[in-house]
């Protein structure tokens, strides 16, 4: 079974600072990964997601991933951080077959200060 | 770690049957749990919010009388979709909120299909 672990599960960082989430999975195949966001008081949120091809993918609101084989990891990345960036972040795997399960990370809160 | 267990993982029914979907919270009290729903190649989206031992709060545009919730106990939410119809097949997904830590944890999600 494939499993997902966020080792942070709080991170502070100054606005336009960079930020780094790390994510890494467990899985004997190929994964389907995801990252999703959630804002105070909102539904999760697609940020990006990786299938195949290129290993750097680009999400939105200035998000990238990298899927990186080697090391079981999908760590998300962006240049610099908004104050209204601040919220939950989940890092998620899917089975390569299909995207009937999808096992999630326990999330990262990302607060920005000022 | 905190376990979330989302029963059935997939399942196929017939229009117009009901079918219900249990979210379970393994090793931990959740006073609050959460219900997703997710169109193909679309994001997650919420659906309701469900809170022990009163009336779930839905979100606009979901209607209540088909998606009945029930937060009977600090472990368990159900989700039944009454009187299934072919658009709402798709995939669902709960989470339950730790009450020591307010940590969320997601179930494995459930694929509905309606013939």
């Known amino acids: 079974a494939q499993s997902v672990t966020q080792p942070d599960i709080h991170i502070t960082v100054s606005e336009g600072a960079s930020l780094e989430l790390r994510c890494n999975y467990s899985?004997?195949?190929?994964?389907?990964l995801f990252w999703y966001v959630q804002s105070p008081g909102q539904g999760l949120q697609l940020l990006l997601k990786?299938?195949?091809?290129?290993?750097l993918v680009q999400g939105i609101k200035g998000f990238e991933a990298e899927f990186k084989r080697s090391q079981s990891s999908f760590n998300l990345r962006k240049p610099s951080v908004h104050w209204s960036d601040a919220a939950e972040y989940f890092c998620?795997?899917?089975?390569?077959?299909?995207?009937?399960?999808?096992?999630f990370g326990s999330g990262t809160r990302l607060q920005v200060q000022p | 770690g905190a376990v979330v267990s989302q029963h059935p993982s997939w399942v196929i029914c017939k229009s117009g049957t009901s079918v219900k979907i249990e979210c379970r919270s393994l090793?931990?009290?959740?006073?609050?749990m959460f219900w997703y729903r997710q169109f193909p190649k679309q994001s997650l989206m919420l659906m309701a919010t469900?809170?022990?031992?009163?009336?779930?709060?839905?979100e606009q545009g979901v209607e209540k009388d088909k998606f009945l919730i029930n937060h009977a106990s600090l472990t368990l939410s159900t989700l039944t979709v009454t009187s299934a119809h072919p658009e709402d097949s798709s995939f669902y997904i709960c989470?339950?909120?730790?009450?020591?830590?307010?940590?969320?944890?997601f179930g494995s999600g459930t694929q509905l299909s309606v013939l």
């Open positions: 989470s339950a909120r730790d009450s020591r830590n307010e940590k969320l944890f």
């Open positions: 899985y004997g195949a190929t994964p389907y």
């Open positions: 990786y299938f195949s091809g290129d290993t």
């Open positions: 998620a795997v899917g089975v390569t077959a299909g995207r009937r399960a999808l096992t």
């Open positions: 090793d931990f009290q959740a006073t609050t």
């Open positions: 469900s809170n022990e031992g009163s009336k779930a709060t839905y």
